[in-house]
Nanobody, 122 residues
């Protein structure tokens, strides 16, 4: 079982930036992709972004497209989420996950981190 640890969350003013990191305990050999999701209490988890481990292709949710960038460092087994032009509606717990497919669907992600809180003040 791969362990994923997110870091980098915090409190930031609207318009600011944060970079989240997701470190895997070992190379996710069976994982084709890594994804970021977010969740607000009382709401369903929302897809944010995903990246293919080997070729680096990416896909973003409409609400973050043009503002967030997902990247990976294969040598460090780490995925990043650079978040710019943050808005109060980006406030959520952000989770990273290993997936067997480059997809927005949660059902294809099988290992999840514990989450990191991002709070954007207006």
């Amino acid at each position: 079982q791969v362990q994923l640890v997110e870091s980098g969350g915090g409190l930031v003013q609207a318009g600011g930036s944060l970079r989240l990191s997701c470190a895997a305990s070992r190379r996710t050999f069976n994982s084709a992709a890594m994804g970021w999701f977010r969740q607000v209490p009382g709401k369903e988890r929302e897809f944010v972004a995903t990246i293919n481990w080997s070729v680096g292709s990416t896909y973003y949710g409409d609400s973050v497209k043009g503002r967030f960038t997902i990247s990976r460092d294969i040598a460090k087994n780490t995925v990043y989420l650079q978040m710019n032009s943050l808005k109060p509606e980006d406030t959520a717990v952000y989770y990273c996950a290993c997936g067997n497919l480059l997809t927005v669907l949660e059902s294809h992600y099988y290992s999840w981190g514990q989450g990191t809180q991002v709070t954007v003040s207006s």
